[in-house]
């Protein structure tokens, strides 16, 4: 059973401050997937990575797979208010139709 | 936007009583898939259709079944509700071949 392991649960920083969110999975997969969901809303996507070492940048935010290591992260510059949501790593089975499996989330607050 | 609708947007069920929600892809969407959120959790897969066809289950009871039309609509119908069924319900779809799903804004069941 494929599990997906996001630290931290909860992440408060200042605006300004650079931090990184962990993603984590279990078995072997070619694909995977951030989201960012605001409360009360839906899932918005962020980033596709499709290959061990790739590397996507969008802004302040910037997410990278290492597909050897099970490992992806979502590493945030200069964080701004505006960047205050639940993040979600998402990782599809190898050989499967492309079904996601979610972490529990990372719910970021930026404060002033 | 993401040109994925749902309906109806809120719900209140009773216990062991039968509900259907509503999801309308974009043109061209052929696969679409159904996801349960609980409260603070992730994303939970339920099925996938392809082509009118279920391709992908999730660890979900048949009384979660679905349809699919070929007008890229379908639909996800839940029989004998329990107090646990109630969740966010998103739909998400994808052009056959793309990565990325794009998801809907969800429906909130409440089952009393």
């Known amino acids: 059973e494929l599990k997906v392991e996001q630290n931290p649960l909860f992440l408060s920083m200042q605006e300004g401050k650079n931090y990184t969110i962990y993603c984590n999975y279990s078995t072997t997969s070619d694909r995977l997937y951030w989201y960012r969901q605001d409360p009360g809303k839906s899932l918005e996507s962020l980033f596709v990575?499709?290959?061990?070492?790739a590397v996507k940048q969008e802004g302040r935010l910037m997410a990278s797979l290492d597909t050897k290591a099970r490992l992806s992260t979502l590493h945030i510059t200069a964080a701004v208010h505006d960047l205050s949501a639940t993040y979600f790593c998402?990782?599809?089975?190898?050989?499967?139709?492309?079904?996601?499996?979610f972490g529990s989330g990372t719910q970021l607050t930026v404060l002033p | 936007e993401t040109g994925v609708t749902q309906s109806p947007t809120h719900l209140i069920k009773t216990r062991g009583q039968q509900v259907t929600l509503r999801c309308s892809s974009q043109s061209g969407h052929n696969t679409v898939s159904w996801y349960q959120q609980a409260l603070g959790q992730g994303p939970q897969f339920i099925f996938q259709?392809?082509?009118?066809?279920?391709?992908g289950r999730g660890n979900f009871p048949p009384r979660f079944s679905g349809l699919q039309f070929p007008n890229y609509s379908s639909e996800l119908n839940v029989n004998a509700l329990e107090l646990d069924d109630s969740a966010l319900y998103l739909c998400?779809?994808?052009?056959?071949?793309?990565?990325?799903?794009?998801f809907g804004p969800g429906t909130r069941l409440l089952v009393l």
């Open positions: 990575l499709l290959s061990n070492g």
């Open positions: 998400a779809s994808r052009e056959g071949g793309q990565e990325t799903q794009y």
């Open positions: 259709y392809y082509r009118e066809e279920e391709n």
């Open positions: 998402a990782v599809v089975i190898s050989g499967s139709a492309r079904q996601l499996t």
